[in-house]
């Protein structure tokens, strides 16, 4: 008959316990290098959105160019924390480069009191907001929204063949946008402070 005693114990070893924690470490740290890498991946995404708008704006035909040079246009009304804008970035950047020849792209940010005139003149008040002009600048017709890119292009074509927009009656997803009565009561602090609402 055996009697427990403590030299039969069985007896942790320090290397067991050292092991047994290094796991959980390791698994605490493979935890948190996912999450971050998650957090990364889709700020990156939203990131990358902004940047193709800023890109994009920045190669737009200036608004002045494109009343005086005969063309038709596509003015997009936009703001960089526009996720619709954002969302459609990619799409239109591809239609600027198939349409560049025939087609004015000008886009004008609704944070920039410049552009308060045209944003009054036009009744913007959800981005984006798209406005189809025939040659002579005289406006067509509106869309109020994301467009899917078979919808735009349609668009874009008949503006081309100077034939009625098929789909310019619809409006998509927006973000809200309300336009500030003059840039003396524009906050700056706030990029999407667009100080006083229009009556």
């Known amino acids: 008959m055996s009697v427990n005693s403590p030299e039969s114990a069985p ?9 047994s924690g290094t ?27 902004v940047t193709a708008l800023a890109a994009q704006a920045e190669e737009s035909t200036p608004l002045e160019v494109a009343q005086s040079n005969s063309k038709p246009t596509l ?7 526009c996720t619709s804008c954002q969302a459609m970035a990619q799409d239109l950047g591809e239609l600027k480069q198939q349409y560049a020849q025939s087609v004015n792209f ?5 944070d920039n009191s410049k552009w308060l005139p045209e944003v009054l003149r ?35 074509e008949a503006l081309v063949a100077n034939l009625p927009l098929p789909y310019t009656q619809g409006n998509g997803q927006i973000s809200a946008f309300e336009a ?19 009556q």
């Open 75 to 81: 003015m997009e009304f936009y703001a960089n924390w």
């Open 122 to 156: 036009y009744r913007v008040d959800g981005i984006p907001h798209f406005v189809f002009l025939s040659e002579d600048g005289q406006t067509i017709a509106q869309t109020i929204g994301e467009q899917p890119r078979p919808v735009l292009e349609a668009d874009l």
């Open 23 to 49: 796991r959980i470490r390791n698994f605490l740290i493979a935890l948190v290098a996912i999450a971050l890498g998650v957090t990364l991946f889709l700020g990156l995404q939203t990131e990358t959105g």
């Open 180 to 198: 500030p009565v003059s840039s003396a009561t524009t906050s700056q602090d706030d990029p999407r402070s667009h100080g006083a609402q229009v």
């Open 11 to 19: 007896i942790s070893s320090p290397k067991a316990e050292a092991t």
């Open 106 to 110: 000008v886009m004008l940010n609704v």
